[in-house]
């Protein structure tokens, strides 16, 4: 439960670091090295349920909706076919890898399989960006959700590849060196690592120069391009790196529940996704990672939750969709954004007050 | 029409071999050759009917999408809700009434003042941040999907097709022809027709409304440019109103539609959402006559598909959205 109270602080003290220089803001920041010594010695503190289902899951959702906070914070492209792209490397290590299907799957060992399925769904993902490049704003929004429930029906149709609505079950999961890498802790480890290494790529790629310049094609593409920039590379590039960030994370989700199905790529997971970036906040790489928690809890406990207070436990879809209202309605940033303005006003009150002191 | 054909002489040969080849396809008698390539021809006009009156369905939602992008750019990805708020609707008004056209009306009125309600306190909050209000219906569609969970849960409802409309009628199209001589006619659904005209009545009543009415003008020049026309002393508003009111019903009224087309189950906004989102794409955003030849298109290309190849049904509507907006990103019949 740490996570929850410390990562808004460390989001709070590194906005405050951010002007003073080009170097990783977390350098300086004692609640950022807090948020890291709990994450890594998590697997002593936490249960097995905690880590997997709650940790582990969190982070896998958050590198997918780093994904998106990438193309839609920096990029200015809002896509929905973030999930689609994980959904599909997902299945492409079901395809290439072991399963349950031998008839389907073609047993490659896993070090050929995820690269294979990681460098088709970076293809995939770059080819779906080629096309939502070539309109702007909520067109992107339109086209991308059209892919993903493309995606969506084309998976349950399809009984050759993706063995229509059963899915492809029993997974094999890597093992080597004598370890299982999917016991409770092993896994925990492979997905702090992935999501870590997601978390600072995006966040030195922000400050790098291409980061630089996919933020002036956000603001302004006919500067950009006026200034010598090729809008659109830049642009399908960003989508190139989004897509292999999203590839990263469907491995793992494939690997955490050793199946994959048409339900796991539906329109609404997709739309899970844009939720879980914008409830976190989609103006810093630290949000989608929030937003995640927000809802893998929610997921998780809202059903006892409301079945103690007399409430339809079955109602977690509406919670979810009347706090994503809330939050879009009154902040423009997600949940950073609050704390944000409520560390603003406390700032001024704290002001107010010693300034009132001094005058006296 | 005549431009075009100058412009792009090609394409418009390409076209007039393509509308000559389906016509005949449709009214000449097979010979035996092409029905062992590629089936009966009973297949092949069902499937065309199937298509084209799916089509009118599919213009029914992505008509009201349309006219409220156009006006008011707003992706109301919500829409999708209305219509299966509109088929529940239906589906109480005509079982408990016993009358379909009265679940009509009250579908129409019902989801109207929904879309009245959204656009007053939503919409009219956040004008011009369009993102926002994308994002804003994402969730309201998601609120809605589990209130109407709620109220009716997850089972499939069907609308009685009332009596005057039950059976098949013969259509002056031979099929086949009889060892004897005698000439086979297509045998096709009554009610399946009635509402296909119903929405050609209504798409050229719209398209009446919009070009030779007063109204019409208003929202046409609010199409255009909303800022010049409130500063003519349009009351601009009342017109984001009316129209959100009028897409909103016509989503309802296709609710009813396919609500006794096919079925209404939690899933169905979805599947119309999506269904009205490549319409529009491929006929160009805000332009009716563009939603009327996307919804024709893809709704052929899902019924033809579905018949002769499967398990692909959906890539070739989507790859119609993916040759469209390669060609021509702003959709076939937009101005740009």
């Known amino acids: ?360 | 029409m005549s431009r075009f054909v100058e412009r792009h002489p090609a394409w418009a040969l390409i076209t007039i071999i393509a509308i000559a080849v389906g016509l005949w396809l449709v009214f000449a008698v097979w010979p035996p050759g092409l029905e062992e390539a590629i089936g009966r021809k009973r297949v092949f006009l069902n499937a065309v009917f199937n298509g084209i009156t799916l089509g009118g369905l599919y213009f029914l939602v992505a008509s009201g999408f349309t006219l409220i992008f156009g006006l008011m750019r707003n992706v109301n990805l919500a829409h999708g809700s209305l219509y299966l708020f509109g088929g529940y609707v239906g589906y109480a008004i005509s079982t408990s009434s016993g009358s379909w056209i009265l679940g009509f009306i009250v579908a129409f009125i019902l989801t109207a003042v929904v879309g009245v309600l959204l656009q007053v306190i939503v919409f009219r909050r956040m004008e011009g941040q369009d993102l926002r209000q994308t994002m804003v219906t994402i969730g309201l569609s998601i609120v809605f999907a589990d209130l109407m969970l709620w109220a009716c849960g997850g089972d499939f409802y069907q609308i009685q097709t009332p009596n005057w409309l039950i059976g098949p009628i013969e259509l002056p199209l031979v099929t086949a022809i009889k060892s004897s001589g005698d000439p086979v006619y297509l045998r096709y659904p009554l009610v399946r027709l009635v509402i296909f005209v119903a929405s050609v009545v209504i798409g050229v009543a719209m398209w009446l409304a919009l070009n030779r009415t007063r109204i019409g003008m208003i929202i046409r020049a609010g199409v255009d440019d909303r800022d010049i026309l409130a500063a003519t002393g349009v009351r601009i508003q009342l017109v984001f109103v009316g129209v959100f009111a009028f897409g909103a019903g016509l989503a309802g009224i296709a609710g009813v539609v396919g609500g006794t087309f096919q079925s209404l189950s939690p899933g169905e906004d979805i599947r119309f959402l999506l269904a009205s989102l490549v319409v529009v794409i491929v006929g160009g955003m805000g332009s009716i006559p563009g939603a009327a030849l996307g919804a024709l298109i893809i709704g052929l290309a899902e019924q033809l598909g579905s018949v002769y190849i499967p398990t692909y049904a959906i890539v070739v509507t989507f790859l119609i959205m993916v040759v469209v907006l390669a060609i021509r990103p702003q959709g076939l019949l937009a101005r740009r």
């Not at chain 1, 959700?145 to 149709?157: K, V």
């Open chain 1, 1 to 360: 439960m740490s996570l929850a109270h410390d990562a808004p602080v460390a989001v709070g003290r590194t906005t405050k670091a951010q002007p003073a220089a080009r170097t990783w803001p977390e350098i300086n920041n004692p609640a950022a090295w807090a948020v890291a010594a709990i994450l890594l010695i998590m697997p002593l503190i936490a249960s097995s349920f905690f880590l997997i289902e709650i940790f582990a899951t969190t982070l896998i959702l958050g590198t997918m909706a780093l994904s998106l906070m990438f193309l839609a914070g920096y990029g200015g492209m809002v896509s929905l076919m973030q999930l689609t792209i994980a959904g599909f490397s997902a299945y492409m290590v079901a395809v290439f890898g072991v399963s349950g299907n031998p008839n389907i799957s073609l047993g490659w060992p896993w070090w050929l399989a995820v690269p294979m399925a990681l460098a088709l769904a970076t293809a995939f993902g770059t080819l779906g960006g080629a096309l939502a490049v070539r309109t702007e704003g909520i067109y992107t929004i339109m086209i991308t959700l059209a892919i993903g429930a493309a995606f969506y029906y084309f998976t349950n149709q399809n009984w050759a590849i993706f063995n229509g609505h059963t899915g492809i079950n029993t997974v094999a999961t890597p093992h080597f060196w004598g370890v299982n890498w999917r016991a409770d802790i092993p896994f925990y480890y492979i997905v702090l690592a992935v999501a870590a290494l997601c978390y600072f790529a995006v966040e030195y790629l922000s400050r790098a120069p291409f980061g630089l310049a996919l933020q002036g094609v956000r603001d302004n593409p006919r500067r950009m391009a006026a200034l010598g920039f090729n809008v659109n590379a830049h642009r399908v590039a960003a989508y190139a790196f989004a897509s292999f960030v999203a590839a990263l994370a469907g491995v793992l989700q494939v690997w955490n529940y050793r199946q994959i199905s048409p339900g796991s790529v539906s329109v609404g997971a997709c739309i899970d996704v844009l939720i879980i970036a914008v409830v976190g906040g989609i103006t810093r790489p630290i949000g989608p990672f929030i937003g995640a928690l927000i809802f893998v809890l929610l997921r998780t406990f809202a059903l006892d939750f409301l079945v103690r207070l007399g409430l339809d436990g079955n109602r977690f879809r509406l919670l979810i969709g009347l706090g994503f209202l809330a939050i879009v309605f009154w902040s423009s940033d997600g949940v950073i954004g609050l704390w944000q303005r409520w560390r603003q006003h406390q700032r001024r009150e704290v002001s107010r007050a010693s300034g009132g002191r001094g005058h006296g």
